[in-house]
């Protein structure tokens, strides 16, 4: 493949709502240019970037990849990425390496949840962004009722450049508002528009928004506006130049017509990103850590080589895959560059660009451009790799913290030898994924965005290293703690034959403010008891705790005061104050009014505003709290404070409530006390469990 310079190169995004045809305008793209011989569907599991089997498996975007369209003597990267909520993490990871954002819209449905979603995700990377009214050949579609949504959603900056030529199944071209040219295609074809003059239908309305298209072009610039006052219009030449302008500078918000699946539109889509984006040498120094301080580095082929990797794909053939964007330099292939964060020296083999899952080889690739490399011994995604005397650490993407977690078991003694590290492969693969053993249940833990993406990343496992899991839902690490006070004597005393055991202490127990835990307070006084068996002591009562009290949960937020005691000079020890404290802990919680405490999540659901009663709803049904409420454009974000309990099924239940448009994230908030109805069925089921517990054993 030839090599590239910065200024040839558009790295572009195309991003949306699930749904939205991302997939398909790809595929459209890169049949227009060549790049594939047949036009390929989602339907039928064969489009370049949808190439994983859970992808083609779903059909649906699990993962970003990376596509060449060559056009006009230009390099388009085209990143494909997913647009379901599940997965829209490794949206906002990859956008770290596009300069410009394609944000698909749906001809029906228009701008939808997560459509608002990756258009904030641009505004945090700073990157021009040009909508596409895609699919307006669906029975439904309506250009103008989609126009509507985008403006209600961006603002009157998003702006038409196209006009549709036709609607619904008669959709068969696009007319041009610069250059005011009508552009007509065969259904399935080629992706080529013939060009000829705007029919006589269309005629008033494409003046109309030409007129509008001027007025708003002509605004950004003083030298635009007195062009305009004077001749009443603008150049095609000069709207093109403040066009583009307008786009760098966020000013303006084009609007394209097409149809990916029916490959309408797909050349004028690929000409306005070679004529109006900008290529990555434009877009300004990248920031970065060097030696703590602050330092920048210039997108130039003269600048010390340095490169950002944003994504890793574990293959269990090929090994680990990274993928890159030169942020600065040339790289070279067999190129030796330091990692910022390991110090690992890294040989990058065999570097390439990315087409799919395929890796084209070249020699070398210059600032500005994506590639590829397998291989690296210690280099994941987020860090920087820089030339050696230049040293530079770009900033990672930072990622929500996962809202849901399932407990993971493996099947087979050998399916638990080789889980952690399959897993660990897997958490290479996806930022957003975490793997970690609780603590209190003891379980491990798989969370992640939501309950399809864990069951993406088993299957996985399954398929690519052979190893078998189940899911389930975690048990609730509920606590326990008091309510009342206590004062109790407790008393440990064995004689057998020769030394016996004596351990005698008197405790005051009271309940703490939530989130203290535990404190021992030593108020011994005149050697009661000797200093050498009060650690003995609070070591009793925290293991007591830690087993429970109600229902094998450990007690929390209480203090204990040790006052008093007695001991004997040949039968005391370390074991007999121990027992004698555990002795006391238990006494005590029988007179402190014990109970049952529960985790109580923060929970944040942005939906359409249609929804916001029947989620509100749903979530008091949920022993929920609302917290507050904000609508942003269409979606409404609830915030709410909800037990956990209540949660384990939320990600299905609110897919069913709002057809999969709603997303939602869950952090931890605090403990609180549980029902006492609620709390009485949880302690006897603890019971019951362990009598049949001790039943097998017997």
Not at 50 to 67: H, L, N, P, Y
Not at 205 to 233: I, K, P, Q
Not at 449 to 477: C, D, F, T, W
Not at 604 to 610: C, G, L
Request: net charge negative.
């Amino acid at each position: 493949m030839k090599v590239y310079a910065g200024r040839e190169i558009r790295n572009v995004a195309v991003t949306g709502h699930g749904n939205s045809g991302k997939t398909s305008l790809v595929a459209g793209c890169l049949f227009t240019t060549g790049a594939t011989t047949r036009l390929t569907r989602v339907d039928e599991g064969n489009t370049l970037t949808d190439f994983d089997d859970e992808e083609i498996q779903r059909k649906i975007t699990i993962s970003t990849a990376v596509a060449i369209a060559e056009w006009k003597k230009h390099k388009i990267n085209l990143l494909d990425t997913p647009g379901f909520n599940i997965f829209i993490n490794d949206t906002k990871a990859s956008m770290v390496a596009a300069d410009a954002a394609l944000v698909l819209v749906e001809g029906v449905a228009g701008v939808e949840v997560q459509t608002e979603k990756v258009w904030g995700f641009a505004e945090e990377f700073k990157l021009p962004r040009v909508l596409v009214v895609n699919k307006l050949d669906r029975e439904l579609s309506s250009f103008s009722r989609a126009l509507e949504s985008i403006h209600e959603a961006f603002g009157r900056a998003a702006v038409p450049v196209q006009l549709p030529l036709g609607a619904e199944r008669d959709f068969r071209g696009v007319i041009d508002l610069i250059t005011m040219k009508a552009y007509s295609y065969q259904p399935d074809g080629d992706g080529k528009g013939q060009a000829g003059d705007i029919p006589a239908e269309f005629t008033d309305a494409s003046r109309e928004a030409h007129e509008a298209l001027v007025e708003m072009v002509a605004e950004g610039r003083d030298d635009l506006m007195e062009e305009f006052f004077e001749s009443g219009t603008l150049s095609p030449e000069r709207m093109i130049e403040g066009l583009r302008d307008a786009v760098a500078e966020h000013r303006l918000f084009p609007v394209l017509c097409a149809s990916g699946l029916r490959n309408i539109g797909t050349d004028r889509v690929l000409d306005f990103m070679v004529d109006n984006l900008p290529p990555p040498t434009a877009m300004g120094p990248k920031k970065g850590q060097s030696n703590d301080a602050e330092v920048e580095r210039a997108v130039g082929d003269a600048e010390p080589a340095s490169v950002f990797v944003f994504k890793t794909v574990a293959d269990p053939f090929a090994g680990r895959l990274s993928y890159f964007k030169v942020f600065s330099g040339v790289v070279k292939n067999d190129a030796n560059l330091l990692n910022s964060r390991s110090a690992a020296v890294e040989r990058l083999s065999h570097i390439g660009c990315l087409n799919g899952k395929e890796i084209v080889p070249v020699t070398e690739l210059r600032a500005g451009d994506i590639g590829a490399v397998a291989k690296l011994k210690d280099t994941l995604s987020g860090d920087t790799l820089y030339e050696k005397g230049s040293p530079i650490e770009y900033p990672q993407v930072k990622l929500p913290e996962p809202s849901i977690a399932f407990a993971v078991r493996a099947k087979t003694r050998q399916d638990e030898d080789r889980m952690g590290a399959s897993i660990q492969r897997m958490l290479e693969e996806d930022q957003s994924l975490r793997f970690y053993r609780d603590p209190q249940t003891k379980e491990f833990l798989l969370a992640g965005s939501g309950q399809q993406q864990v069951e993406v990343a088993v299957s996985k496992l399954n398929k690519r290293y052979g190893v078998s899991v189940e899911l389930h839902a975690p048990k609730i690490p509920y606590r326990e703690t008091i309510r009342g006070n206590a004062d109790v004597h407790g008393r440990h005393k064995k004689q057998t034959g020769g030394h016996g055991q004596f351990g005698d202490c008197r405790i005051r127990m009271a309940p703490l403010p939530r989130g203290e835990q535990f404190e021992f307070v030593n108020e011994i006084f005149g050697g009661a008891i000797p200093k050498q068996y009060i650690p003995a002591v609070e070591k009793g009562i925290v293991e007591a705790a830690e087993k429970g009290y109600l229902a094998g949960y450990p007690v929390v937020d209480f203090r204990v005061v040790l006052y008093d005691g007695s001991y004997h000079d040949v039968d005391s020890n370390e074991l007999s104050f121990k027992l004698a404290g555990r002795k006391a802990f238990r006494l005590a919680m029988e007179q402190a009014k014990p109970a049952l405490l529960e985790p109580i999540m923060n929970v944040e659901v942005h939906a359409p505003v249609e929804y916001a009663g029947d989620l509100m709803g749903d979530m008091n049904g949920r022993r929920g709290r609302i917290s507050g409420m904000d609508v942003k454009g269409n979606t409404q974000i609830i915030r709410a404070q909800v037990p956990m309990a209540e949660m384990l099924n939320y990600q299905n239940d609110l897919t069913s409530m709002t057809q999969g448009r709603a997303s939602f994230s869950m952090e931890m908030s605090h403990y609180d006390f549980v029902p006492q109805q609620l709390g009485d069925k949880i302690v006897a089921e603890a019971k019951a469990a362990r009598e049949g517990v001790a039943e097998e054993e017997e």
